[in-house]
């Protein structure tokens, strides 16, 4: 294993210490418990926005707390989710009285423990609910997935809702956009090489040398099928075929679509791959009005790439659009 | 060889066709002669500063391409420098009258290349002038160097002089202060893994499991030494250390510190060196006033990282700090 780390068992927890050292002028990083606030936080009369999930996909998804999206992150282990005390006490450090909407992307341990932290944060006297996040058409069930798992369309999702409570939308106007969002993206990945777990040791999973995982998930689960290694264009049409075809959306829809690098993919690579993919879309009659290419939800070095569309409307195309000031994504603050 | 490509000899050309789609808000892509300039070039008045080099580093230098940095970037083949021809293009299609100030890393391929586009420059009534760019103190000469080779302090000389140039400072001034930044910043990385140019096929050199390279160049050149991978702090110390005997500053110099990944580095690792540069740029009696981490100048897929610091004064941390609007860095646009 070649990670440029001090102890396998300490790198969240040196991760973070970095991240706080990079990002003070956006963040503050509480430790012990372990979670991440907007530096202004708690915001008064703005909904709170929540999110978290096992470390390992980062910038997801403490890279984007800030002004315009998430008011806490709360980052678990590698690929393991955080348990409820941590969740708890960043929903108690950002909430303002308007409430605090949870972003779970969905994994048996994320929802469950999402889940405890709410009803715990009930008994506090907060509003706590949740969105869940399973864009991923690869598979139906899945290693740790109940129903279809929630992958890079997130990032979206945490975006969108985050313009919208910071413009002042209620919690429940915010919980309602945030099932929108989630009902109208979808996303597929491709792996071309595994990772490695630092406090394992060895690849999750192994790839021969010609050969990928089409469809796979962002901890490495399995996808789809193996397949022997294409073309940039083959594979576009291989991850955007389903994305489409499961969305089933009216020709002329504007949409926003994500090409998402896992870790260990070039720009360049994921660049064109982007082209590939808006060949695609614009062949099945839908415009592409946004796209956004880079490294933003991970699976540490994995080498591949997701693509995610997102049918948009005037709304959340303006919601897109607006300034946010996060880590990972920044524009017009 | 695994990667998300079509044809390996159009990585470039199709790669920048992606280019264009994702960031058509920020800049105009030119094609045959291959260039990309900020969207609203060429600014009335403005001192326009070109970069370039050969490709493979993205974003370098074509991510930095926007309002309060580059006016243009000219991206060669994977790793080989733009010829002439290219360069000469785009200083005439951002030139308002102003003058051009060309950026270059100190490569043979670059230095001659962008010299003769100076001269044909010149020949056309346009005042072009170059700095250069040599923070790489791991070695005097290289594979492709006479003198020291330039890495990842171009992203910082690029932000702070282009700031210079918006903000309305001469010719004479901008080169004055991108020579004032070469002088006060030093880099040095380390590569785990090695990385393979799509058109050979095969990894620019060999690592064993257990090996790194001390000292990597921006394509994989020799550095200063094989050496058995050791632990984060250790290696942190392996690059700074040498960073700070060449800067040699005095005590209580404010500095600003770029934690860059190579391209297949996932981000905790970065922040976990960031950490550790940290302790050591403060152990040395110097202040941390700014930092940034993140892959901004890549070489493909190499996994391994350099750290750059630049010693601050008034001046040029305002300038860091300006807004900025391009594909790879943006703030306050």
Request: hydrophobic share 45%.
């Amino acid at each position: 294993m070649k990670k440029l780390i001090n102890d396998p068992a300490q790198v969240v927890s040196d991760a973070l210490d970095g991240f706080a050292t990079a990002h003070a002028d956006l963040v503050k990083v509480n430790r012990r418990p372990d979670y991440v606030v907007r530096a202004d936080a708690p915001v008064a009369g703005k909904v709170a926005l929540v999110s978290g999930g096992g470390s390992g996909h980062e910038p997801l998804h403490i890279g984007y707390v800030g002004r315009g999206m998430l008011d806490a992150a709360v980052p678990g282990p590698v690929f393991t989710s955080p348990t409820p005390d941590p969740i708890l006490a960043a929903a108690k450090a950002v909430d303002s009285g308007a409430g605090v909407l949870f972003i779970v992307k969905n994994y048996t341990g994320d929802v469950l423990n999402f889940e405890t932290a709410a009803e715990l944060a009930q008994l506090d006297g907060i509003d706590a609910r949740t969105v869940l996040v399973d864009d991923d058409v690869a598979v139906q069930d899945s290693t740790f997935t109940a129903g279809r798992r929630g992958v890079a369309g997130a990032v979206l999702l945490e975006k969108i809702v985050g313009a919208a409570a910071e413009r002042g939308d209620s919690l429940d106007a915010c919980q309602a956009l945030g099932e929108r969002v989630n009902a109208r993206m979808r996303s597929m990945g491709v792996a071309l090489t595994a990772c490695t777990v630092p406090h394992v040791g060895r690849p999750s999973f192994e790839l021969a040398d010609d050969e990928i995982e089409i469809g796979v998930g962002l901890h490495g689960e399995p996808g789809r099928r193996r397949a022997k290694l294409a073309g940039a264009a083959e594979l576009a049409a291989e991850l955007v075929g389903p994305v489409l075809d499961d969305l089933a959306a009216p020709a002329g829809t504007p949409v926003l679509m994500l090409v998402n690098g896992m870790g260990g993919t070039p720009q360049s690579e994921l660049y064109i791959i982007c082209q590939e993919a808006r060949r695609l879309v614009e062949a099945a009659g839908l415009q592409l009005a946004r796209s956004l290419v880079g490294d933003y939800a991970t699976a540490l070095e994995m080498q591949g790439c997701s693509v995610t569309v997102l049918l948009l409307d005037d709304e959340t195309a303006d919601l897109w659009d607006a300034p946010v000031a996060t880590p990972a994504l920044r524009r017009g603050l």
